[in-house]
């Protein structure tokens, strides 16, 4: 089954426009992670908050956790026509097993 | 550094025939994963191994698929027979750090396996 479910499921921008996708979760987390999959690159890590933190930044992604609503925000700021890719949360829990949610497809207009 | 290597990366097979992934992970990754992507789907984990013990294959169908990680390295998926829904793309991963560290090190994964079953 999956943790997370991502909102929306598809979204559409223009470039330089930010982007925001939502993830809701489950179960209890000792992390959550938000990858990117293209069909260049394939699935690649791109940044990771704890389950004491509430915000982290890294270059243009911003994420935010709420675990008492059990929700992460992820947010692209200035979005490149390189950024379109499907986006997923992936929350770890018990015994480091890591459950991806259905993923956010993201396309940027140049 | 080389990345997490898959082989073949397509194969079409016809339903009840028999298929074999292969994968080597990132040279001194102790942690092993395989998942299992159906198309508009997110992955879903198949099975977990340290070094050469399985840590998690609740969600491995055990009829039909089996895995192995022989010697702590390589590793190969199994698929005897396969079903029409097994069709998929399947993604090894592997991670640095043991499944008692504090979690923190990121999976890396390989490009994947696309199965297309008949």
């Known amino acids: 089954s999956q943790q997370g479910e991502e909102d929306p499921q598809a979204l559409s921008i223009q470039e330089g426009e930010n982007a925001t996708m939502n993830c809701s979760y489950k179960t209890s987390i000792n992390n959550l992670q938000w990858y990117r999959q293209n069909s260049g690159r394939g699935l690649v890590h791109l940044i990771l908050i704890r389950s004491n933190e509430r915000e982290k930044h890294s270059g243009r992604l911003r994420v935010t956790l709420d675990t008492s609503k059990k929700s992460s925000s992820l947010l692209i700021t200035a979005s490149r026509a390189a950024d379109t890719a499907s986006y997923f949360c992936?929350?770890?829990?018990?015994?480091?097993?890591?459950?991806f949610g259905t993923g956010t497809k993201l396309q940027v207009i140049p | 550094e080389a990345g997490v290597a898959q082989s073949p990366r397509y194969k079409i097979i016809e339903k009840r025939q028999s298929v074999a992934f292969w994968c080597n992970p990132i040279?001194?990754?102790?942690?092993l994963y395989w998942y299992q992507q159906i198309l508009g789907q997110g992955p879903k984990l198949l099975i977990q191994?340290?070094?050469?013990?399985?840590?998690?294959d609740s969600q491995l169908p055990k009829d039909r698929f089996s895995a192995e990680r022989l010697k702590g390295v390589d590793s190969t998926l199994k698929i005897q027979p396969a079903k029409l829904e097994d069709s998929a793309v399947y993604l090894c991963?592997?991670?640095?750090?043991?499944?008692?560290?504090?979690?923190?090190?990121?999976?890396?994964f390989g490009p994947g396996t696309r199965l297309t079953v008949t």
């Open positions: 991963a592997s991670r640095l750090r043991s499944f008692r560290g504090d979690g923190t090190y990121e999976q890396y």
């Open positions: 040279s001194g990754h102790a942690t």
């Open positions: 191994f340290q070094n050469n013990g399985v840590v998690d």
């Open positions: 992936a929350g770890r829990g018990g015994y480091q097993k890591v459950t």
